[in-house]
């Protein structure tokens, strides 16, 4: 059974460009959840989706969005790229999206470089 | 909102040693706290997860101890190998409406020496 596949697995891109990544969660998990990981730092949580609605946001400006599909696959866009946007972007399934601390399995990421 | 601070920032210890990274957290609500072990450039990987109505969890040579009074807990890996190098994350859980999403600590870069 696959994990969690995340592509891109590499990109560049030059700022002001638009970005699209996909991610595809764990057969039968119904939740993705975003993480922007900067070099040398720990994840930070950008969003979350369960049944293609979104349920958190974290603090990240409006230039980030994200969708989920009724595959529950998704996708993050980041609009007008800064230099500051470069990172490894990972996303996460679980089982549900709501309380109960639910186990959170991570992709690969997709390494992201704004130039 | 959640905050995690981890410690130390770098561990080094000689092989068959012991390391233990020490994690605090400010939300008292928080009752999930995974760990997860990131080797250079893959995926961060869950080694080990401890839930609020228990205070220890071991698993192998890895263990995991939680203070919920004192909002602190830590990792303990015995008999180090030099496959443990890695860089080690501290999360606990935070509630954000109808989202539970993970605040992670900075991380541990262990070094295991041969």
């Known amino acids: 059974d696959a994990g969690v596949t995340q592509s891109p697995t590499h990109l560049i891109k030059t700022r002001g460009q638009h970005v699209t990544l996909r991610c595809s969660p764990i057969s039968g998990h119904k939740s993705v959840s975003w993480y922007q990981q900067v070099l040398g730092q720990g994840p930070q949580f950008i969003f979350q989706y369960y049944e293609k609605e979104e349920r958190g946001r974290g603090n990240f400006p409006d230039r980030f969005s994200a969708r989920q599909f009724p595959n529950y696959s998704s996708e993050l866009n980041v609009n007008a790229l800064l230099l500051g946007d470069s990172a490894l972007y990972l996303c996460?399934?679980?089982?549900?999206?709501?309380?109960?601390?639910?186990?959170?399995?991570f992709g690969a990421g997709s390494r992201l470089t704004v130039l | 909102g959640e905050n995690v601070e981890q410690h130390p920032s770098t561990l080094s210890v000689q092989e068959g040693d012991s390391a233990v990274i020490k994690c605090t957290y400010s939300?008292?609500?928080?009752?999930?706290f995974p760990w997860y072990k990131q080797e250079l450039g893959k995926r961060p990987q869950l080694i080990i997860d401890i839930r609020s109505n228990v205070g220890e969890k071991k698993d192998q040579r890895i263990a995991v101890t939680l203070n919920k009074t004192a909002k602190h807990f830590s990792l303990h890996i015995t008999e180090t190998q030099p496959e443990d190098s890695a860089v080690y994350f501290c999360?606990?859980?935070?509630?954000?409406?109808?989202?539970?999403?993970?605040?992670f600590g900075k991380g541990t870069k262990l070094t295991v020496n041969p």
């Open positions: 999360a606990a859980s935070s509630r954000q409406g109808g989202s539970e999403k993970l605040v």
């Open positions: 996460a399934s679980s089982l549900s999206g709501g309380q109960g601390a639910n186990v959170l399995t």
């Open positions: 939300d008292s609500a928080s009752n999930y």
